[in-house]
Nanobody, 130 residues
Framework: QVHLVESGGGLVQPGGSLSLSCAATGDSLENYPMGWIRQAPGKEREGVSCFSGSDDKKYYADSVRGRFTISRDVAKNTVNLQMNDLRPEDTGVYYC???????????????????????WGQGTQVTVAS
């Protein structure tokens, strides 16, 4: 059983930055894909960025690549998301997510987004507006 708690959301102007943090309690997540998904108003949840559990490969959605940076501390069971150059289309609820083991993180985040496997936190609101 894993419990995920996100923090760090808020309101920021376009071009600004925010840093999200996620603390996981429960079992060790060393070999689990872990990352972030988001849900924009009126849209389905989508994967944003993640680490594969087995080799720490990173994935970024095309829409955030070059602007967002994911980092992870395996010993502390934490994962962070540094978001720079934020745009209004980045607005939404951001969820920390842990996927099923043995999956690549992109596939794992897709399953979490569709609520077909894995775990997610309560979410934190990110609003980008002038």
């Amino acid at each position: 059983q894993v419990h995920l708690v996100e923090s760090g959301g808020g309101l920021v102007q376009p071009g600004g930055s925010l840093s999200l943090s996620c603390a996981a309690t429960g079992d060790s997540l060393e070999n689990y894909p872990m990352g972030w998904i988001r849900q924009a108003p009126g849209k389905e949840r989508e994967g944003v960025s993640c680490f594969s559990g087995s080799d720490d490969k990173k994935y970024y959605a095309d829409s955030v690549r070059g602007r967002f940076t994911i980092s992870r501390d395996v010993a502390k069971n934490t994962v962070n998301l540094q978001m720079n150059d934020l745009r209004p289309e980045d607005t939404g609820v951001y969820y920390c997510a842990v996927g099923l083991p043995l999956l690549g993180c992109r596939a794992a985040m897709t399953m979490v987004s569709q609520q077909k496997g894995g775990s997610w936190g309560q979410g934190t609101q990110v609003t980008v507006a002038s």
